[in-house]
């Protein structure tokens, strides 16, 4: 009986600001059947530090998130 957990990230970009929507499923494997398995959610921001996300999410960031879209999102903040 070997145990494994498996994590895999779905995502979405949404709005004007460009965020990303990341699920994150997690997967407990018992000889590569999954017997268990929980979601988690998270919505990141242009001013946030995606350094310790994915290399996939890091790079979606980085082509998403331009300084002109950076700045939009920072001077939308001042507005509030």
């Known amino acids: 009986m ?18 990303i929507n990341v699920r ?6 018992e000889d ?3 017997i268990s398995f929980k979601y988690h959610r998270k919505v990141l921001t242009p ?3 995606v350094s310790g996300e994915s290399a996939e999410i890091q790079a979606l960031a980085s082509a998403l ?7 939009a999102y ?7």
């Open 2 to 19: 070997a145990l494994s957990k498996v994590e895999k990230d779905d995502y979405e970009v949404r709005g004007e600001y460009k965020h």
């Open 24 to 29: 994150t499923k997690t997967s407990i494997m």
């Open 32 to 34: 590569g059947v999954e």
């Open 47 to 49: 001013d946030m530090d």
């Open 65 to 71: 998130w331009t300084n002109e879209v950076k700045k």
């Open 74 to 80: 920072e001077d939308s903040k001042k507005e509030d």
